[in-house]
């Protein structure tokens, strides 16, 4: 391993994934030898190499990613042997409206250095709240890092080319109809989902009302899938048909035609048959490239272009800037060429900004506005251009002890403007919206960050979930009611939203709830009076009640947005704990940090 550079990356969304990838095309540029996986993947070899780059996200409430689970568990345990031979380099991405903001990170730069590594460089938080995104800080720590690696290995600049580094390879006209049954599993996960079909989709708020909440049920029956409350259901969702369509009129790609899609591990940067730099054609793989490894299910079911379009391939997600890096390196128009130049030039990034991310242009929206340049891509070529569609999670709305062979979700679905003439959708809450009885929509559980439910039968529980915040405490409650187990002195719900006749969802099921003495429900209505109420402000009203709670040693459970409601909830918290206890700001401030250590204060919010 002397020499070679390795890049694990720690990803949830596929975003520290896409600049693991941006890193080997400027390494491998640069005539330094090197290989990318998750960390994961690159168990048991990467415990004993020289160099390792890490690039790693922060899922949930300060979680490590799943593909970096079996790494993070090596190197968290007592008996990890010392690791003085190891140089690094850690990169942490994240969002600082988060309270554990790139936790995961921190902690594995902290835990490498007492292991006895050396760091190559200090650690590099990117944060997606700065007015430039994690760019801020990519392109210079990439910087820093080509200069320290470069010394290092004694290599010097030589722009052998940037080669395509997606590990799929594409066999065009295979004569086969892909795998279109996955079977039932022990297990179900985002290799072997479960294919649901979709039993209802109904919307729940006013047909008037500008905002779409459906309540999806999905069949189960059969699949031996169990989950708790406050459990996640994760959905892969497909792309529209119209952007589909869209991309083959811009391309000179062939919808019907039969391909198969492989994928093999990562060539390490050097040609293995000499030992020679890499000196790839732009526009094909590395010569030599590794083993077969396990294809994800999405491709073996696809059998034609079209399938790989709609099911795996991200084209309407907000391109990444190594989206328009590569079609520069492509762009065989010169104008064409000198605009993506422009967009990726050092000290542009706000014209950018002002193109790209701020209107929240959509990849295929961009593909349209370098028709010269998309008209000539290759289906390998979009591999490595394009993210695959990650799956999206949504906290279980029901109880399988009430509901036991269906599965629940309260989705809001999101549909915005900006200064683009058409609206930005989400991709699965809008594909979820539009399906109808009997469609298929692959799943799998994962479990939530909510331990509420351990807690002793006779410790009160307050839920604060506003919109489909509800969605966890529904699921807990109706699990509750179907062992009658419930009680309105110990269930508190506070629930919120703008308008009591337009989105109380799931408002005759909670009602008829608290007319029967089994749960304690709280509501506003932010917009049916004059003055704004949240739900804060009505725990603010009930100060006296929540400290006698806390007192007894109450759970507080917040789902919902991400945004400002859970701190401003905390903030609430406090001020309670400080009128009520008679206590200075700091007592306060200091008593509501041991309720978040000890789990008597838990999260779940999603941006």
Request: charged content about 20%.
């Amino acid at each position: 391993m002397e020499g070679i550079v390795t890049i694990g990356y720690g990803s949830q969304t596929g975003t520290s994934e896409d600049v693991a990838r941006r890193l080997r095309r400027r390494l491998t540029s640069n005539g330094i030898p090197c290989r990318v996986g998750s960390l994961d993947d690159l168990l048991p070899t990467i415990t004993s190499a020289n160099l390792v780059v890490f690039i790693c996200s922060t899922t949930g409430q300060g979680d490590h990613p799943d593909n970096m689970a079996r790494y993070w568990l090596f190197l968290m345990r007592k008996a990890t042997p010392h690791q003085s031979q190891l140089r690094y380099s850690v990169l942490g991405l994240g969002d600082s409206s988060y309270s554990r903001y790139n936790f995961v990170a921190k902690k594995l730069h902290r835990r490498l250095e007492t292991l006895g590594a050396e760091p190559l460089l200090p650690l590099v938080l990117g944060d997606d709240q700065h007015d430039h995104g994690i760019e801020a800080v990519v392109r210079p720590w990439m910087d820093s890092l080509v200069t320290a690696l470069t010394d290092i290995l004694g290599v010097s600049s030589r722009g052998v080319g940037v080669p395509l580094t997606s590990p799929y390879r594409v066999e065009f006209n295979p004569g086969h109809g892909g795998d279109k049954e996955l079977g039932l599993a022990d297990v179900y996960n985002q290799k072997h989902p479960y294919l649901a079909a979709l039993l209802s989709n109904v919307r729940l708020t006013d047909p008037n009302h500008w905002q779409d909440v459906r309540l999806i049920r999905l069949d189960i029956s059969g699949s031996d899938m169990g989950f708790e409350p406050g459990d996640v259901l994760a959905v892969q969702p497909n792309n529209s048909d119209e952007f589909v369509d869209t991309l083959f009129r811009i391309t000179k790609l062939s919808a019907e035609e039969t391909v198969s899609v492989t994928v093999v591990s990562e060539a390490i940067g050097v040609d293995s048959r000499n030992g020679d730099a890499i000196n790839p054609d732009t526009r094909h793989h590395p010569p030599s490239p590794g083993p077969p490894s396990e294809t994800p299910w999405v491709l073996r079911q696809c059998s034609t272009v079209r399938d790989i379009i709609q099911k795996f391939l991200d084209i309407t997600a907000v391109p990444r800037f190594s989206f328009f890096e590569l079609l520069a390196l492509w762009a065989t128009d010169p104008r064409e060429r000198e605009r993506l130049e422009e967009l990726t030039s050092t000290g542009a990034y706000d014209d950018l900004l002002t193109y790209c991310y701020r209107p929240r242009r959509r990849t295929i929206e961009c593909l349209q506005d370098f028709p010269k340049t998309s008209s000539e891509l290759t289906l390998e070529q979009l591999f490595d251009l394009l993210p695959c569609i990650q799956p999206r999670s949504f906290s279980i709305a029901s109880s399988l002890a009430m509901h036991p062979d269906e599965v629940q979700l309260l989705v809001a679905v999101v549909r915005y403007r900006t200064n683009m003439a058409a609206p930005r959708l989400g991709l699965c809450s809008h594909w979820l919206s539009g399906l109808g009885p009997g469609s298929i929509v692959p799943v799998w559980v994962r479990h939530g960050t909510f331990t509420f439910m351990a807690r002793p039968p006779t410790t009160p529980l307050v839920m604060v979930g506003p919109g489909t915040g509800l969605a966890p405490f529904r699921s807990y409650i109706q699990s509750l009611v179907a062992r009658k187990q419930a009680n309105c002195d110990l269930l508190r719900l506070y629930f919120g939203n703008r308008k009591e006749t337009c989105d109380f969802i799931c408002g005759d099921e909670l009602s008829s709830y608290a007319a029967d003495k089994l749960l304690s429900l709280t509501c506003c209505w932010s917009r049916d009076q004059a003055r704004v109420c949240y739900v804060w402000h009505k725990l603010q009203e009930d100060s006296t009640s929540l400290w006698e709670a806390i007192n007894r040693r109450c759970v507080i459970a917040i789902a919902g947005s991400a945004k400002q409601m859970p701190a401003d909830v905390i903030a609430t918290i406090k001020t309670i704990i400080q009128k009520e206890g008679q206590m200075d700001q700091k007592t306060a401030n200091k008593m509501v940090e041991r309720m978040e250590i000890s789990g008597q204060i838990q999260m779940e919010t999603w941006s």
